[in-house]
Nanobody
């Protein structure tokens, strides 16, 4: 069983919004050291978009999404969400949720090798 489950992807016009959610597949509270969102566009490498350290909600964003995307820990919904506003065609890709359990990780680097637990991804398409 895949440990993490992403939801909320879809097709949206430029300038539109989507809200992605990452939940634990068992339905339990998300309980990792840090959670990140990555995306992978066709023909491109997977890149880190945003991350949050859960104990203190220390947050980092990829430069191109600052001011448009917001990551948050929804404790009631037992999820880490990514609110995406003012979407652009270049935001298109498969969005993956990833987690690390290790406090020694360089989670803030938004490098894929720092995260050892992954979901299957959800497709986001921004097109008119």
């Amino acid at each position: 069983q895949v440990p993490l489950v992403e939801s909320g992807g879809g097709l949206v016009q430029p300038g539109g919004s989507l809200r992605l959610s990452c939940t634990d597949a068992s339905g339990a509270e998300i309980d990792y050291y840090a959670i990140a969102w990555f995306r992978e566009a066709p023909g491109k490498e997977r890149e880190g978009v945003s991350c949050i350290r859960l104990r203190d909600e220390n947050i980092f964003y990829k430069e191109s999404v600052k001011g448009r995307f917001t990551i948050s820990h929804d404790k009631v919904g037992k999820a880490v969400t990514l609110q995406m506003n003012d979407l652009r065609p270049e935001d298109t890709g498969i969005y993956y949720c990833a987690a690390t359990e290790f406090g020694t990780s360089y989670y803030y680097s938004l490098q894929a090798q720092e995260y050892e637990i992954w979901g299957r991804g959800t497709q986001v398409t921004v097109s008119s």
